[in-house]
C-alpha cells in the first residue's frame, strides 16, 4: 500500500507510521508497537521495514540522483532548503507534539532546541554549500607553460543515515541538512523508539518541492532489521550514525564491504572540571544541565564531575539541592523540568548501575530509585536525578556510558590530576571546564583529549563548528565545512595550459 498522505494523520485510535519511499507513504507486513514513555500507552504501530523496502527505499534513491534533483544548482537546492526550515517552523506544533509523544521531555525542552534545531540545520547547512570557497593552484611545468588545479565537489551519491532516540529530529536533521545540502539523496532509519517526526518531515519535503526518492524514511530495529538492511546495502555509497559506540562497530564492520565511508557519532562519558577559582553559581547552574536535562539522555552530558578539594563540599550541597529542585511530569505542565527516560528497557540498564553503585559502597547523595508518580503516570519509565560521591574512578560507575540523569562527584586537588582522570577513560566526546583563570582554562582545553571542550558553558553550539568525539567517542568531524569532508568527494581537475 502506498500513499502520499501521511497515514499518522489519520484519526484511528492507534495511529500507524509508515515508510516514507519514493515521495509516498508505503506500510510494511510487519509492524511493531511504540509505547509512551511517559505511561507505556501504545500510542502507534509502526511499519517494520523488510529486506525488500530498505531496497526499494535505497533504489528510490539512487534513481533520484540522476533525476531532477541532480540537475538543480546549488542555489535552487539551496532555496530548497530554506523551503524545508520554513516547513518545519510552519508545521512547528505538529513536530513538537510527535517529539514529545515519542520521546516523553518537557514540552518546553523541545520547544527551545529540538524542533527549533531541527529547522535551523537546513538553513545552517544551505548557507555553507552556497558560501564554501573553492580550491585553486597553479603550478609551473618543463615547457613553462604552466598548468592550473582546481578543486569541485561532488556528491557521494545514497547516504545511509542511522539516528539515535535521544534528540530525535534534531540528529537526524543533523546529517540530512548537509547530505542533502551537498546534493545526496538519503535513507534514514530512525530509532525504533522515535519513529515519529523523521516520518513527518517526508509531508513537509514533498510540501517544500523536494523531488521524490531524495529524502526517504525505512522504520524498524538494528540487527537483522532495518539497521543493518541498510548499512550492509551495496547501493548506500556511505553511512552516517549516532548511537552507541558498540553499534558504531558493528556499522563500521558492515561498510568495510564495499570500502564505504562512514562518520561515527558514538558514546561518551564526559567529564566536567570544577576549579575552585569558578563563578560557582555558573558551575552549578551549568552542570546541573549537563547532568539532568533531557532526563540525562543527552550525549555531550555529564556523568561525572570533578571538583577542586576546597569547593567539594559546597559544590555537593548546591547540585543536590539543585537536582531535587527538578520536577518530573506531564510533558506539557509548565512546572515538569524532568521527563522520563526514553523506555522500560532503558531504566532497567539504567537502575542496574543505580544498584551497582550502591553494592560498591557509593554514598547516594540524592536519588537512587524511582520517583512516586500519580496514577496516570505510574508505568512510565521515570527515574530519579542521582548524585553519588565515594567512589573512585576504577568503578564502572566512572568509567561506563550510564545514559540517564545521573553523575558521580569526585575530589581532585592540582591541574594536572584533574586532566590526568579525565583523559583516562575510553571516550573522548565532550568536557566542561569551569574556571575564572584565563590561562588554565585554555593550559586544560588544549590537554584534554576530547572532540568537544567547554570553558565556562555546556552545551553552546555554533552549527559552523566541528562536532565529534576523539577516540572511541568518534569518527569523523561533522559541522559547517567539516560536515562537506565526509557528504561530498573532492574532485580535483589538473589543465595542462
Ligand atoms: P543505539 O546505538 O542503540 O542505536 C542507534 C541506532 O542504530 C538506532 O536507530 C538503532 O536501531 C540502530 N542500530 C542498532 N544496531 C544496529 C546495527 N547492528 N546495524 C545498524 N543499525 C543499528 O543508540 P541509542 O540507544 O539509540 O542512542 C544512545 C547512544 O547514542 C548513546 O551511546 C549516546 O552517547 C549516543 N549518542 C551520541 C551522540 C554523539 O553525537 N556522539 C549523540 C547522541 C547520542
Known sequence: ???????ADTHASVRQIHHFIDGQYRASERWFDKRSPINHALIAQVAQASRADVDAAVRAARAALSGPWGQLSVAQRVDLLYAVADGINRRFDDFLQAEVADTGKPMSLARHIDIPRGAANFKIFADVVKNVPGEYFEMTTPD????????????????????????????????????????N?????????TPQTAALLGEVMNAAGIPRGVYNVVHGFGPDSAGEFLTTHAGVNAITFTGETRTGAAIMKAAADGARPVSLEMGG????????????????????RSCFVNCGQVCLGTERV?????????????????????????????????????????????????????ELGATVVTGGGVPQMPDDLRNG???QPTIWIGLGDDSPIAREEIFGPCTLIMPFDTEAEAIARTNDNLYGLSTAIWTNNLARAHRVAAAIEVGIAWVNSWFLRDLRTAFGGAKQSGIGREGG???????????NVCVKL
Not at 500500500?1 to 497515514?7: A, D, F, G, I
Not at 562519558?269 to 546541573?288: H, P, Q, R, S, W
Request: hydrophobic share 45%; with cysteine.
Open 481 to 491: 565545512v567539516h560536515s562537506l569532508e565526509f557528504y561530498t568527494e573532492l574532485k
Open 269 to 288: 562519558k564526559n567529564a566536567a572540571i570544577v576549579f575552585a577559582d569558578c563563578d560557582f553559581d555558573a558551575a552549578i547552574e551549568g552542570t546541573l
Open 381 to 383: 519509565a521515570w527515574i
Open 1 to 7: 500500500m502506498s500513499t502520499t498522505n501521511n497515514p
Open 306 to 358: 570533578y571538583v577542586e578539594r576546597p569547593l567539594f563540599e559546597r559544590f555537593v550541597a548546591a547540585l543536590k539541592e539543585g537536582a531535587e529542585r527538578l520536577r518530573p511530569g506531564h510533558p506539557e505542565a509548565a512546572d515538569t523540568s524532568i521527563g522520563p527516560l526514553i523506555s522500560q528497557e532503558h531504566r532497567n540498564k539504567v537502575l542496574a548501575y543505580y544498584r551497582k553503585a550502591a
Open 144 to 183: 613553462g607553460a604552466g598548468a592550473i588545479n582546481y578543486a569541485m565537489r561532488r556528491p557521494v551519491g545514497v547516504v545511509g543515515v542511522v539516528c539515535p532516540w535521544n534528540l530525535p529530529l534534531l540528529l537526524m536533521t543533523w546529517k540530512v541538512g548537509p547530505a542533502l545540502a551537498c546534493g
Open 185 to 193: 539523496t538519503v535513507v534514514v532509519k530512525p530509532s525504533e523508539e
